[in-house]
Antibody, heavy 117, light 110 residues
Framework: QLVESGGTLVQPGGSLRLSCSAS????????MTWVRQAPGKGLEWVSV???????QYSDSVRGRFTVSRDNFETTLYLQMNSLRTDDTAMYYC?????????????WGQGTLVTVSS | QSVLTQPASVSGSPGQSITISCTGT?????????VSWYQQHPGKAPKLLLY???KRPSGVSSRFSGSKSGNTASLTISGLQSEDEADYYC??????????FGGGTKLTVL
């Protein structure tokens, strides 16, 4: 089971770090992905971290967000900088598999990020 | 704006079958057999229903099936049940280590 934390209210331009820890599931999966969902909207792929350390980001967050994992491979992070109001969303941590991490197997319950002044 | 296009809503009566389409392009759905489908009930996290177009994870009912023709993938739910009422999302690998979701379809069981 994946458990996200760190979501809160933050002002535009601010920073926030989300965490994702695992219970019974390791973070050393071949792929770990962040997916977000704005209130009342659909799902949006945000970022992927490969086991090798390779990362990729959506155009909307590239250069502002950074995904990483701790050395013990127990926690996944999403560092979010220069936050904008359109970053407001529920952020899900997802254990992924398949080619390029394209199958999203196990989802956390999500953590809510609200960007507002 | 989603790369993949889904109908905003579909409906059906208990016991009937419904199909949800997911239309992309020759560069995503048409190129890769890496389409997956997710079910999301209100206030809950999404759940994987199908992956690689037609494959079902263990524990997912055989009432859910997938197919693909050209640039369009489809999810079919047979023998509709009240608990199938939810939002459904398709997703496709689009290259460069990225994936993209459809806009979602709200299924109403009449």
């Amino acid at each position: 089971q994946l458990v996200e934390s760190g979501g809160t209210l933050v002002q535009p331009g601010g920073s926030l770090r989300l965490s994702c820890s695992a219970s019974g599931v390791t973070i050393d999966s071949d792929f770990m992905t962040w997916v977000r969902q704005a209130p009342g909207k659909g799902l949006e792929w945000v970022s992927v971290l490969y086991r090798s350390g390779k990362t990729q980001y959506s155009d909307s967050v590239r250069g502002r967000f950074t995904v990483s994992r701790d050395n013990f491979e127990t926690t996944l992070y999403l560092q979010m900088n220069s936050l904008r109001t359109d970053d407001t969303a529920m952020y899900y941590c997802v254990k992924s598999s398949g080619y390029g991490g394209s199958t999203f197997d196990n989802w956390g319950q999500g953590t809510l990020v609200t960007v507002s002044s | 704006q989603s790369v993949l296009t889904q109908p905003a809503s579909v409906s059906g009566s208990p016991g009937q079958s419904i199909t949800i389409s997911c239309t992309g392009t020759r560069n995503d759905v048409g190129l890769y057999n890496l389409v997956s489908w997710y079910q999301q009930h209100p206030g809950k996290a999404p759940k994987l229903l199908l992956y690689e177009v037609t494959k079902r994870p263990s524990g997912v009912s055989s009432r859910f099936s997938g197919s693909k023709s050209g640039n369009t993938a489809s999810l079919t739910i047979s023998g509709l049940q009240s608990e199938d009422e939810a939002d459904y999302y398709c997703c496709s690998f689009v290259g460069s280590s990225t994936s993209s979701f459809g806009g979602g379809t709200k299924l109403t069981v009449l």
